[in-house]
Each structure stands twice: as structure tokens, then as C-alpha cells.
């Protein structure tokens, strides 16, 4: 069983960065997909960066040239790096990964909060 856990959000001021970290556990495990997404109040759940095994990588338009998805040398380790932060950024960010044989498993959500 797959868990992951997000780790590294906070506040921070306008301009400022942040990485979030997120590790699976249970494993180890091979992820085909890995992936970030967000959520802000009232609002449903979108998409932020994914990155394949493959390296093959998804960016929201709103995140392009800011953030930027990679993994570590641990295969259960993935990370969101953002740069430039506004507050339109402040929402729950949620880890994702998907195996090759198609399960799909999500972190509980870290906050993000982006302000003066």
C-alpha cells in the first residue's frame, strides 16, 4: 500500500520559494507519473506540474517558469519547487503518483499560503 506525505509548505511572502517534498512509503516503488495538484477554496481541484519516468512534463500555464517538478536519486522522493510566489499560488497542494500497472495514490494536501 502506497502512502505519501507531503512536507515543506508554509507561508511565504509574495516573490519568495518554497519546495515541497513529497515521499511515498511502503514501497520501494517504480512510479510511471508523478504529480502535483492544488486547491483553493471554493474551487476544484487543478492540475500544478506532472512528470513522467519518461521525463515527459505537464505545467499548468499559471506555474510555467515558476515551478518546477523533479525527482530525487530515492525513487519514493519527488519535489515541487516554486519560484516567484503569488498569492493566487495560496491553496492545498496534493501529491500524486501513479505505478505502472495503474494504481493511483494521493498525499492528504500541505498548505501553501502566499502573502504580505
Known amino acids: 500500500q502506497v502512502h505519501l506525505m507531503e512536507s515543506g509548505g508554509g507561508l511565504v511572502q509574495p516573490g519568495g520559494s518554497l519546495r515541497l517534498t513529497c515521499k511515498a512509503s511502503?514501497?520501494?516503488?517504480?512510479?510511471?507519473?508523478m504529480g502535483w495538484y492544488r486547491q483553493s477554496p471554493g474551487k476544484q481541484r487543478k492540475l500544478v506540474a506532472t512528470m513522467t519516468s519518461g521525463d515527459m512534463f505537464t505545467y499548468d500555464d499559471d506555474v510555467k517558469g515558476r515551478f518546477t517538478i523533479s525527482r530525487d536519486d530515492d525513487p519514493n522522493i519527488f519535489y515541487l519547487q516554486m519560484d516567484r510566489l503569488k498569492p493566487e499560488d495560496t491553496a492545498v497542494y496534493f501529491c500524486?503518483?501513479?505505478?505502472?500497472?495503474?494504481?493511483?495514490?494521493w498525499g492528504r494536501g500541505i498548505q501553501v499560503t502566499v502573502s504580505a
Open positions: 500524486t503518483t501513479t505505478t505502472a500497472s495503474g494504481r493511483s495514490d
Open positions: 511502503g514501497g520501494p516503488f517504480a512510479f510511471y507519473f
